[in-house]
Each structure stands twice: as C-alpha cells, then as structure tokens.
C-alpha cells in the first residue's frame, strides 16, 4: 500500500456562524424576522436562511433592517469586540443575563452552524427569539447582555 493510500482526507473545521451579525458582513443572512413591536419583541425564523441584498433590506423601511431582522454571517472571531478565549462572550452573557423566552428551542435555519448554540446549547436557543440587534423599545436584560467587556469590565 502506498502512502497515498492511508491518507485520511480531513476538511479543516467550517468557521461557526453568528447569529448576531451585520447586514454588511460576508455572505451575511437573514435568518429570523421581528414578530412583535412592544417590549417583549420576538424573533419567527424563517425555514430557510435567505441571503442579504439590497432589495431585502429595503424591506424593512421605514426603520433599519436592524430593528425588523435577525442576521446570521461567519463569525468574526478576534475581529468581533464580544470574542475572547475562543468563545462568543455575547452568547455566555445572554445566557447569563437573560430570561428563558420560549421553554422549547424553535426550529432555526442555522443552528447547525451557529456559534451561540455550538458554545451554550439549548440555553442559548431558549433564549435567542427575544434578542433584536437595534431595540427600539427598552429589554435591560438583552441590552446588558450586549454590552461588550473590556478587560472584565463593561465597555
């Protein structure tokens, strides 16, 4: 037998994705859409992610995509101000901070690939449908939660 033989073929792990992404990101998709417009603002996920382009966002007119969509995109790592110690500290604080939304894990397009479920499990799931990037209304446990940490401390 050659060497050519018992090489194994290994594909280098896929970068996890962020469900916490920007429009403006790399091969970013919308993957959930804003179900309610008072404080207790929820997420319904679409079956299938759909890719962002101009038309999409325009959509969301009058107000930002930010407030009316959930993104998803490969996550930045290093270059994301919530990541340190290979891990997402926006996933750990959301799970830390915020209430449970939904008791069961809804059905997502992009949990197979998401960084926060990879990182947190269900925990992070049960949680996610109440996170929106932009609130235009008040949610303190999801803003605290997104506020990154510098050094340990709050930025």
Known sequence: ??????????????????????????????????????????????SQAVPVTPKVLELAEPVSPLEVFRFAAPCAESGCVHYADDKCGLASRIVEQAPVAVSIAPACPIRSKCRWWAQEGVNACRRCPQVVTRESGSNESIAGAAMPLVSGLPA
């Open 1 to 46: 037998m050659t060497q050519e033989t018992h090489r194994e073929s290994v594909e280098p792990a896929a970068t996890p994705w962020c469900p916490s992404a920007r429009p403006q990101q790399q091969g970013a998709v919308v993957f959930g859409v804003r179900t309610a417009s008072d404080s207790a603002a929820r997420i319904g996920y679409l």
